[in-house]
């Protein structure tokens, strides 16, 4: 089996990073690229204060993003996950949200945000040396790219018709339940203005215009891609970062200690874009399994991730089990949960986590039938030789020191806390 660890390292993504970065809208997926350029001359032509100008499919897309009568409850939009006032992420503290026709279904997987990535995600892809010599060198890539936790979706109209139809999210049984709704909403007649009187009549055709108008306000508006973080300011010059966040910098840039900017790059694009906090690939942090997912309560249950069970594509490919894709940390200080499976619901103790998970796996994992600490226990035995041992600082024993004190942990969090949005820049801070 290749593990986790041949396939993924410091240097490859190294390399992965720069290509991105040197690619940039090329990797973007189909009618992205522009969409990117428009949504970042708008986002930068639309000031705070004032309201943003949308095309007429945008405008919809909108209206439809909030609206939650089009779900099978009547109660949940795209916006009760995806809050606005919070990221675009949850927002509440839930490892996953409840859902379905009766609002009382749980998802399996804790809500991602939806801010700054979506006009610059690249297209799933994992490029793989011809040779199988060559894979199993360190010189194979690791999968990159796709939107959700595992990649699946390679365009945002596919993305946002998932939630629609899951039964633990909006439920609706089919798109004709869906467009039934659309069709008697209060802005139906805008609808069919913009794509035509008889779109209704063609609900293949209705349901992709829908899907393409959530697209486009997800593109267009500046709200999910604002740039208006204390960091954002830091890097145009505009203030300084306290001594206690240029710690926390230097500890989260350290590449022989946390080496977090290894896969949540943290330096500007080549083009000068700021950066997203995300190289967009994929890792097995092997995080503990949640209790709070009721769907665990089967204990031959598994989410794991690149290769099932809501992804089936990749599931030949048992190195991918238990992948999921690096998320920005942008906005992390506001959220309230953590990880793929919202095991932690403080970001010092998803720190915690990431730097003791091997010095004192005690702490996190519980023991199995034989009093044995059962690490990695979110994963079958078999494939817990995915899980990133490699990578610093996930090559720690039990017993020895962790990279991180408490103090830095503070230093860390305080350094994240600065992409948080919505910082107010006050006139002596300004150059």
Known sequence: MLSFATRFTVRTAARLAALVALAGAALLPFGAAAASAAAAASAAATPNDTKPVYSDAAALGKLMFFDASLSASGKMSCASCHSPSHAYGPPNGLAAQLGGPDMRSQGTRAVPSL?????????WSHAQAASMSERLSETDNAPVGGFGWDGRFNRLQDQASFPLFNPDEMANKDPAAMLAKLEHAPYA????????QNIFLDPTKAFAQAMYAIERFELEDPS???????FDYYLDGKLQLTDQELRGKKLFDNPTGGNCASCHIDQSGADGSHPLFTDFNFQALGVPRNPELRANADPKYFDMGLCGPLRTDQSSDRSNCGLFKSVSLRNTATRHVFFHNGRFHTLKDALRFYVQR??????????????????????????????????????????????????????????????????????????
Do not use: C
Not at 115 to 123: A, C, D, H, K, S
Not at 379 to 399: F, H, S, Y
């Open 115 to 123: 801010r700054y990535v979506l006009n610059r995600t690249p297209m």
């Open 189 to 196: 007649a805008r609808f069919k203005e913009v794509f035509g």
């Open 224 to 230: 999910f891609h604002p740039y208006t973080s204390k």
């Open 358 to 431: 091997d010095t004192n796996p005690a702490k996190w994992y519980p023991k199995d039938a034989h009093g044995k600490v059962d690490k990695f226990d979110d994963l079958p035995v078999a494939l817990r030789v995915n899980v990133d041992t490699t990578d610093e600082p996930l090559t720690r024993k039990t017993g020895e020191r962790p990279v991180w004190s408490e103090r830095d942990i503070d230093d860390v969090a305080a350094f994240l806390a600065t992409l948080n949005d919505d910082y107010v820049l006050k006139p002596k801070q300004s150059k």
